[in-house]
């Protein structure tokens, strides 16, 4: 699901259903192999922490769609990601008296990300 890590491969349902003026769709998907990658620069602390998590993943597309006459139509769209991964931050302190030291950490990532849209259009 994270393009920048790489993604995922998953399985996905989805369906959709039309009559003249008005459709639906709806997907759901799972991913058991979801892949997160984090990096975060504590310049303050001078600390750089990397993690590379795995884990389960499912997403969720709800669609609806409205079309007034055959230009104009509207659209409610809900774009849901939730994922949970585990993993392992690596840690080093790259400035002061601390500099090199390294060590490692569990580390889990849990997030919702959400994307809600309405629109009016025009068909050409």
């Known amino acids: 699901f994270d393009r920048k890590a790489g ?32 990096e975060d620069d504590h310049k303050i602390r001078s600390i750089l922490a990397k993690t590379d998590a795995e884990g389960d993943a499912v997403k969720m597309t709800l669609q609806g769609r409205c079309d007034y006459n055959e230009y104009v139509f509207a659209l409610i769209r809900a774009d849901i990601i939730v994922y949970d991964v585990d993993g392992t931050e690596h840690d080093i302190t790259y400035a002061g008296d601390d500099a090199g030291n390294a060590w490692t950490i569990d580390h889990s990532v849990s997030s919702v990300q959400d994307n809600f849209t309405i629109a009016v259009g025009v068909k050409f």
Do not use: I
């Open 7 to 38: 993604g995922a491969p998953c399985a996905e349902a989805a369906c959709q259903m039309r009559m003249p003026w008005v459709s639906f769709f709806g997907s759901l998907g799972y991913s058991p192999n979801a892949k997160v990658k984090d």
